[in-house]
């Protein structure tokens, strides 16, 4: 009899047990490493790198990780050029980026989510506001609020052109940003905060920038890998030298070490 009634009793805890479990499993959900894979570490290829992206209607931001090194490279806009870079710190919730540029700290952090890393603005430093509209002087942060990088968006279609120029003594430089999976470009002067963007074609050795403002246009003739601007056709603007002579960047050169070999010139 005694034997029967601790039996009961063991069942009955272990059923009190598992309700309680079930029951707090339900109203204060976890999320244990088997429920979702971590989003950096699934999205690494073989070298253990892994790319995200986030695109907006007037911009995109990309991400890269090292995950030997713990190292990342941070472009926060197209439209902003300096991409930060640094090294970061995971978790299994969230992802820490500490930025060293210029003798600047700034600290951005990500939420890990099932699809992708979700920006947290108030847990990290301010990001550019920049115009985007030349009929609006209203600035926009280029990346929003809880924007999701999601992985393998990294833009591989784009053809930059840089373009140098030196007035009174200060190196100045203007990028071409040409993307023929959305016929879009933007083009940018670096001592200017705003910039063009808008449609191009290429037709007879010609390309045909049409600014979005539906008023400017700019035309170059293409050389070889580069362009050079017919002043006389295009619109008489500060966003680029009436002179300017732009030169594609070859196959895997990267714009910053372009930049850094110009000014150090």
């Known amino acids: 009899m005694k034997s029967s009634v601790k039996r009961t009793i063991c069942i009955a805890a272990v059923v009190v047990v598992a309700v309680c479990a079930a029951l707090a499993a339900h109203f204060f ?6 429920d979702i894979p971590d989003i950096v570490k699934a999205s690494a290829d073989e070298n ?6 986030c ?8 991400l890269a990780l090292n995950r030997k090194d713990k190292t990342f490279n941070f472009l926060q806009s197209y439209r902003f050029f300096v991409a930060l870079s ?15 540029n210029a003798g600047t700290k700034n600290k951005f952090t990500f939420k890990k989510q099932k699809d992708g890393l979700e920006f947290l603005p108030k847990k990290s430093d301010p990001v550019p506001e920049l ?14 609020n809880e924007a999701l990088f999601t992985p393998s968006s990294v833009r591989t279609d784009a053809i930059t052109y840089l373009g140098r120029n030196e007035q009174n003594g200060i190196k100045l430089y203007v990028e071409l940003s040409l993307s023929p999976a ?31 403002n539906g008023r400017d246009e700019y035309c170059f003739d293409i050389s070889g890998d580069e362009l050079v601007l017919d002043s006389e056709k295009s619109a ?6 009436s002179d300017a002579v732009l030169k594609k960047l070859g196959e895997g050169q990267k714009l910053s070490d372009a930049l850094e070999s110009y000014f150090a010139s």
């Open 236 to 241: 008489k603007t500060a966003y680029i030298h």
């Open 131 to 144: 115009q985007y509209s030349n009929s609006s002087d209203k600035a926009e942060k280029c990346i929003k």
């Open 55 to 62: 695109k907006s209607d007037n911009d995109y931001a990309g």
């Open 182 to 212: 959305d016929g879009k470009y933007f083009m940018h002067r670096s001592d200017m905060s705003d910039c063009s963007a808008g449609t191009y074609e290429e037709k007879d050795s010609r390309l045909v920038l049409c600014d979005d």
């Open 29 to 34: 959900p976890g999320r244990s490493a088997g």
């Open 48 to 53: 253990g790198m892994a790319y995200f992206g």
């Open 86 to 100: 640094g090294s970061y710190e995971e978790n299994d919730d969230y992802l820490m980026l500490t930025a060293k």
